[in-house]
């Protein structure tokens, strides 16, 4: 079965291209108002099409000339794997052409790789209480890793690990740097992360991939990550003061006002209600409809503040019940 691609022409529901292009624009010219790398916090709830506006967007980047290149990375997907900084390099390394630069990326992230699975990172020895002397016994010494002495474990397995993360981020600094055009990173899914992977994330973000012609769009619901960070660090925490050592700039995405529902629900009238709509999918062909019930419907969902996604859900329903009864 063949998957659409999803673009503004064949499934913007809501008329969010020229948001994008704002936006395209926006990035553009602030990015280069900043030293390092350059961090936007898009904010919208769950369940309100920012999966698929990012995919849309992405796919009118990829096509257009003379803007970004876009690394796409659903963060909920590499949770599970918990590397953050490996779950980046890995798409970056995706992105850019077969060169000469590539191997010692490939070859150096290795490396860290080793380190996590002999050693654990910071989480998993919080969480778990490995041994990390012990375990620093089977790092192997040919892939350039120490064994360390016992009593010299812990620094010279730290020293190893930062020396190792340096070298990296000067490698990814000269292939960033190389790049004819931006390099635009899409962190999608990232509230749905858990509590300490989600400030993980962040952090990597920030203190590692502080790195100029890099350029970030975190899309995050930001109720569900100020809940996040306040159950690793404590209720009263100030999550406003708190996020804003990682975004430099804040956004929302504008599919909660009045007349973007309205635009959304009659877009989903005429692919669920309509008659041509119960003739494709040969259901029982619904009457045509007195014009006061779709606006009956349009203010239901505006008045209930209803978002994409439970707006779907409704109009999937409501053809169900109408295709089943006469």
């Keep these: ?141 040919k892939d350039g890793i120490a064994k360390p002495e016992i009593g010299h474990a812990c620094f010279q397995l730290y020293q190893e690990r930062h020396n190792l993360f340096e070298k990296l981020k000067n490698l990814l600094r000269d292939v960033t740097g190389k790049s004819e055009y931006p390099i635009l990173i899409i962190i999608d899914e990232l509230d749905r992360c858990r509590p300490n992977y989600a400030i993980e994330f962040l952090e990597t973000i920030k203190h590692f991939f502080d790195i100029n012609g890099l350029i970030f769009v975190i899309g995050v619901d930001r109720n569900q990550l100020a809940s996040s960070a306040k159950a690793l660090f404590g209720q009263q925490l100030d999550f406003d003061e708190y996020y804003r050592k990682f975004a430099h700039r804040n956004a929302s995405l504008p599919v909660k006002s009045q007349h973007m529902t309205e635009q959304f629900c009659r877009k989903l009238v005429s692919e669920y209600l309509s ?34 996604r439970q707006i779907h859900e409704f109009f999937r329903i409501t053809a169900h019940v109408l295709s089943s009864v006469k």
């Design 1 to 141: 079965k063949m998957v659409m691609t999803k673009t503004f022409s064949n499934f913007d529901k809501f008329g969010l291209e020229s948001f994008a292009d704002k936006l395209t624009t926006y990035l553009q010219v602030e990015s280069k108002f900043v030293d390092e790398s350059f961090v936007l916090s898009l904010n919208s709830e769950f369940g309100s099409g920012k999966s698929t506006f990012f995919e849309m967007w992405a796919n009118k980047l990829k096509s257009a000339a003379n803007t970004f290149e876009v690394v796409y990375i659903n963060a909920w997907e590499s949770d599970f794997q918990g590397d953050p900084l490996l779950a980046i390099v890995s798409c970056l390394l995706n992105l850019l052409r077969p060169s000469k630069d590539i191997e010692p990326i490939k070859e150096t992230a290795g490396k860290l790789c080793k380190f996590a699975l002999s050693i654990g990172n910071d989480v998993v020895q919080r969480f778990t209480g490995v041994d990390v002397i012990k375990a620093g016994q089977y790092a192997e010494s």
């Design 275 to 308: 008659d041509d709509a119960f003739g494709k999918k040969s259901r029982f062909s619904y009457a045509k409809h007195d014009s006061y019930r779709i606006e009956n419907i349009v203010e239901l969902c505006k008045t209930f503040s209803l978002n994409a």
